[in-house]
């Protein structure tokens, strides 16, 4: 696997970052825009849904990703529920010694980027993606635990 750090630029090469990488499997996965240009907090992500096949699957496993003023500020993966680790690294103000979740709050250009499994059966995908995102995205506030 190629593990160049790439610049990002806007959510639009994260997204095409995954979908080159995963191109074979892109049909367990829905990527969703979180806040679609609402201001960033908690309760925009609380109050958003994403339906497929009627379905609101925003609740699904999936790695989340943080964007703002071109930079991932964090990313990771959750096995049941992707918006709710969301809520968790908002409500904790995640961290490290130069930046922080809540700078997102003065952003306007934050989103948060879900790549959810479409069937929840298929989350053992999650671990993967996670992987390969945190290697090439190389996230301001980078998970303690890699992979």
Do not use: C
Request: aromatic share 10%; charged share 30%; hydrophobic share 40%.
């Amino acid at each position: 696997m190629d593990e160049k750090i790439i610049e990002i630029k806007s959510p639009d090469q994260i997204i095409k970052t995954f979908k080159d990488e995963f191109n074979p499997i892109l049909s367990k996965f829905e990527i969703i825009r979180v806040l679609k240009g609402q201001k960033f907090n908690a309760e925009n992500v609380k109050k958003a849904v994403h339906i497929y096949e009627r379905n609101d699957i925003i609740w699904h496993p999936g790695v989340y990703v943080f964007y703002s003023k071109g930079n991932v500020y964090r990313l990771g993966q959750h096995f049941e529920n992707s918006r709710l680790r969301v809520l968790q690294h908002i409500r904790d103000n995640t961290r490290n010694n130069t930046h922080s979740i809540q700078d997102l709050e003065s952003s306007d250009d934050a989103e948060v980027i879900l790549f959810n499994v479409i069937d929840a059966k298929n989350y053992h995908w999650v671990a993967a993606v996670e992987l390969f995102l945190e290697k090439r995205l190389a996230p301001l506030i980078p998970a303690l635990r890699q992979g």
